[in-house]
């Protein structure tokens, strides 16, 4: 895939991140305001961290289409730094996510006092230092910087493949294993949730267990997700330590990347669409801008009483 072709998908792809996790956003903020629930908190995060790696993939546009353009060395590895500082909240985000939800399963009676505001902002708080630790590593150690920059602006243009091997064996691969086991163990609870509904269906005493099969469908799709869009990348790059002649970077930068990063506009999509308060959220805001989209053009083609305007041609078309 060249240049120009990985330029074309970074323009359509930034913009419709961006713009997903802010709608997503700007719903669980209402949502926040009105309720107060504090487990809403972890997915506005999760939009945030996302809606980060869009800004972040915008910068890098340019350089697909520009192929010959080498931008300073300290300005290339803070560039790169800050993609790879909002990808590693995103992902930490989905693991902080889990971790809750995981609680709220396994203690319900307990969950509301266990997750209290400040439990929650220290968690985040942690996140965000955690993911700027894992980002900026290259400027705290400048031996996993490539010096001088002979290649475009890139993460393996500006990055030592060993920086690679550190971030994927004590940062992705540790939270991907404990997002698995807390996906896993939540639909092991469902399942028994599903087997003592059915049995009380065939007692005659109650009916329908769609609501936990529905949740196990959803666990068993976020952990696809999450898997098939990052984990090629990451085994590729330690593959690339190993045999650094097996495949061209671009395979990881052109292919494998860009999977990872389609992650970051499937989150929004997935987590809005399986709750039902932002479904709903959504959906209000959509009315209020359909409604407001059509006083505007009401007021527009039928002027107050006093006043000779003459409706103008959109005017009449919307009419029509």
């Keep these: 895939m060249g240049s120009l072709a990985v330029g074309i998908i ?18 669980l903020l209402r949502l926040i305001w ?6 809403h908190y972890f997915i506005l995060n999760l939009a945030a961290a996302d809606a980060l790696v869009g800004l972040s993939v915008a910068g890098l546009i340019r350089n697909e289409f520009f192929e010959r353009s ?14 790879t500082t909002s990808s590693a909240a995103s ?20 969950y509301h006092q266990l997750v209290t505001g400040v439990r929650v902002g220290l968690h985040l708080v942690g996140l965000w230092l955690l993911a700027g630790i894992v980002g900026f590593l290259p400027l705290l150690i400048p031996g996993f910087q490539k010096i001088p920059l002979e290649e475009k602006c890139s993460f393996f243009g500006v990055f030592h493949l060993r920086y690679m091997l550190i971030v994927s064996c004590m940062g992705f691969f540790p939270a991907l294993f404990l ?9 092991k609870i469902a399942s028994v949730h599903v087997q003592q509904i059915r049995e009380v269906e065939r007692a005659g005493l109650a009916r329908g267990s769609t609501s936990d099969m529905k949740a196990m469908r959803t666990v068993a799709i976020l952990i696809g997700c999450f898997v098939l869009s990052w984990l090629p990348f990451f085994i590729a790059g330690i593959v690339q330590t190993v045999c650094t002649e097996c495949f061209p970077y671009r395979v990881l930068e052109s292919y494998l990347w860009l ?12 987590y809005s669409y399986w ?25 527009c083609c039928f002027p ?17």
């Excluded at 009105?34 to 487990?39: H, M, Q």
């Excluded at 997002?179 to 639909?187: A, E, G, R, V």
């Design 10 to 27: 970074l323009a359509v792809l930034a913009p419709l991140i961006i713009a997903a996790n802010v709608l997503v956003a700007i719903a």
């Design 34 to 39: 009105k309720t107060g629930y504090k487990g």
């Design 70 to 83: 080498h931008p300073p060395q300290m300005f290339c590895v803070l560039r790169m730094a800050f993609v």
């Design 91 to 110: 992902i930490l985000s989905l693991t902080l996510v889990a971790c809750y939800r995981h609680l709220a399963i396994r203690k319900p009676f307990h």
């Design 179 to 187: 997002f698995i086991y807390l996906y896993c163990d939540m639909l």
């Design 259 to 270: 999977l990872g990063l389609c992650n970051s506009l499937l989150n929004p999509l997935l």
């Design 275 to 299: 709750q039902k308060d932002v479904r709903r959220q959504l959906s209000q805001l959509a009315a209020g801008v359909k409604r407001k989209a059509l006083h505007v053009g009401k007021g």
């Design 304 to 320: 107050s009483r006093g006043t000779k305007s003459i409706p103008t041609v959109s005017c009449l078309q919307l009419q029509d």
